[in-house]
C-alpha cells in the first residue's frame, strides 16, 4: 500500500511517500481503506520525537481518518465491510474500571492512534472495532475526517468537563485552530456568547461566520484588557486554552468568580507561572481535558447531522505531499483542519 512513513526524527523532510505492508487484521479489528486523513499538532510531534521516542520505526503518523471498512476480524458485529466509518483515534483497554464505566480516555493504558500504532497517512489502517464509527451521511470522507480529534475533544472540554450553560460567556482561544474552531460552533450551539482571539483579520472575519460574537486580534490587542471590557470587568464564565505559557497566565484573572478554565494542550509553552490567588479567592476550576469519549464523538455527529455543527476544512492535499501538508500546519496560517486526501 502506499504511505506516508518516517524512519528518523526531525523536521517535515524526514516524510517519505513509499510502499508499506498492509496491515494485518486479528479478533476484534477492523481494517479501514481509508479516503481521507486530517492533521493534528501531535502529528508534529510524533514526528519530532517529542512526545515519543519509543516508536518503532520506520512509523505512519496520523490519528484522524475516514473510509470504508474493508475487513473485519472475528467476532466483530458492530460493522461490516463497506460500511461508512470515520476513526475513533483513542485505543483502550476496553477493561478496567475507567473503560466499564465509559471514561475510556482516562484508561491507563490509552493511546491515540498514531503514536506508539501505524496511523492514517496510509491506504489502510487497522483499528479495534470500537473505534469505528459512523458518520452522517451528509459529511463527505475529506468533512468526516476532520471531526473526530477536535470536535470530540472540544465538546468533552465544554459540555462535559465545563457543564457550559446557555447563556455563558466563553473565551475560545485560536479560532483560527482545528479545536477553537470546533468550539465556537460548539458553544454557539448550546446558547452561550463566545469571545474569540485571532492574529488577522482574516481568520476574525471566518471566526464571525462561524458564529463568534466578539472577535480579539491579539497581534493588536491585549486580549485580556479587551476581556475585561467587553464584559465590563465581570469576566467570562469560561476561558477555552490549549496554548499554554502567557496565554494561559493572562486567562486566569480574567475569569468570573466561580468560573472553569479548561486546557487541553500547550502548543506554545508547557511551563506556566501563575498566582494561585486567582484560584482560591475567586473559587476558579482550573480543568485538564484529554481527548474523550466515544459517546461523546457520536453526540458531536449527531449535530453535524442536524445541521448545528458544520466541518471545517482549510485546505486538501494528496497524501504523497503530506510534508508540505505538515509545513503548512506548522506556518499556523491554516483556518480549520488541513486534510490529506487518499
Known sequence: MNAVRFSAFGEADVLRYEDAPVPEIGPGEVLIKLKAAALNHLDLWVRKGERERNIPLPHIPGSDGAGFVAEIGAGVDTVKPGDSVAIYPGISCNECEYC???KENLCRK???LGTLTDGTYAEFVKIPARCAVPFPPVLKFTEAASVPAVFLTAWHML??????REGDIVLVHGAGSGVGSAAIQIAKAFGARVITTAGSKEKLAKAKALGADDLINYNEQDFAEE????????GVDIVFEHIGGEVFQKSLPIVRKGGRIVTCGATAEYAVTTDLRYVYFREVAVLGSFMGTRAELEAAFAFFEQGKLHPVVDSVFPLAQAADAQRKLESRT???KIVLSI
Request: net charge positive; proline share 0%.
Open 100 to 102: 466499564r464505566a465509559g
Open 110 to 112: 490509552y493511546a491515540v
Open 159 to 164: 459540555c462535559t468537563l465545563a457543564q457550559m
Open 227 to 234: 476581556v475585561k471590557k467587553l464584559t465590563a470587568k465581570r
Open 334 to 336: 491554516n483556518f480549520g
